[in-house]
């Protein structure tokens, strides 16, 4: 008897494979290609697009001031909040680590904010908090101060955005708390029994052996800095004020899309930040060879 061809001994495999296939082609590798596409023309979507080459690219490069507003807003609010963030998870993740009881409990409670963090609820809650009568200034009120309303403030607004992106520390905690989970509890003990202090054994033990899950956990969360839009849009009600302090490099570009229906300017826009998402990874993998240390 003759075998079977190359598909016909792999068909079941191919058939357990075709959703995937079908949701990468159609929802992710064409729309991409589509939207590639788009950035070369001019495309309000009612009207067929007009192929215009690079104009788009050049008009973002030359003469569009919003363009470098908000990579400036997005660029601050990646440096200041991505650092903090991780800081801030590994200081509870190290505590955490003390085997304290409920750890399960603190566990879940600390990685709550990271699930509901995106949500316009929360959005419109941060709002309430740092608004001009919002619960901070209550707060400060108590104490005498009069403080300023945080959002309308150009020069305190991206703050708040700062601070509720550290606020969603819960999901680089858990991975933090894996990683200090997998550090051999002798290399500890040995060190103890050379002198070493607590300080010295967190920079010289726990810091390089933890370098692998710093370096993952920064790269996960500079992207999803790059990708921030709900908070922004809710806080600003969409405009990206005052005076395009929270006009992230995302509402531009909704703004660009579903406010003035520029799809093929919206669409080189977003291929800028996937470019610029790319250089950022490449970067931080070449990088990675000079302060990431594992186990060989």
């Keep these: 008897m003759k075998a079977p061809g190359f598909f016909g001994k792999n068909a079941y495999g191919y058939l357990f494979l075709l959703p995937w296939f079908i949701g990468f082609f159609g929802l992710t590798l064409g729309p991409a290609l589509v939207s590639l596409y788009l950035s070369f023309t001019d495309y309000n979507l009612l009207q067929t ?33 991505v650092p903090l963030k991780l800081a801030f998870a590994l200081m509870v993740a190290l505590l955490l680590n003390r085997g304290i009881r409920g750890l399960t409990v603190y566990r879940a409670i600390f990685y709550l904010p990271s699930l509901l963090g995106s949500s316009v609820a929360i959005a419109v809650l941060w709002r309430q908090i740092f608004d001009g009568d919002g619960v901070i200034n209550i707060l400060l009120w108590q104490f005498g101060i009069e403080g300023p309303s945080w959002i309308s403030n150009p020069d305190y607004s991206i703050y708040t955005l700062v601070v509720l992106a550290i606020w969603q520390f819960g999901s680089p905690m858990i991975i933090f708390l894996a990683g ?29 052996l933890l370098t692998p899950v710093i370096f993952f956990n920064a790269v996960v969360q500079t992207i ?9 849009y809710v806080i600003s009600s969409g405009t990206g004020g005052p005076i395009n302090s929270t006009l992230f490099y995302t ?46």
């Design 49 to 81: 697009p007009n192929f215009v080459g690079v104009s788009n690219y050049a008009r973002i490069a030359v003469s569009d001031d919003k363009f470098f507003a908000s990579m400036k807003v997005t660029l601050f609010y990646v440096v200041c909040s």
């Design 180 to 208: 200090l989970r997998q550090i051999p509890v002798d290399i500890y003990e040995a060190a103890s029994l050379d002198g070493a202090s607590a300080t010295r054994k967190f920079f010289k033990i726990t810091l390089p």
């Design 224 to 232: 999803d800095a790059f990708k921030a839009f709900t908070p922004a």
């Design 251 to 296: 509402l531009y570009l909704y703004q660009e899309a579903f406010g003035f229906f520029r799809m093929g300017y919206a669409a080189a826009l977003a291929w800028i930040l996937v470019i610029i998402i790319a250089i950022f990874t490449a970067f931080s993998f070449l990088s990675a060879r000079y302060w990431v240390h594992y186990d060989d």
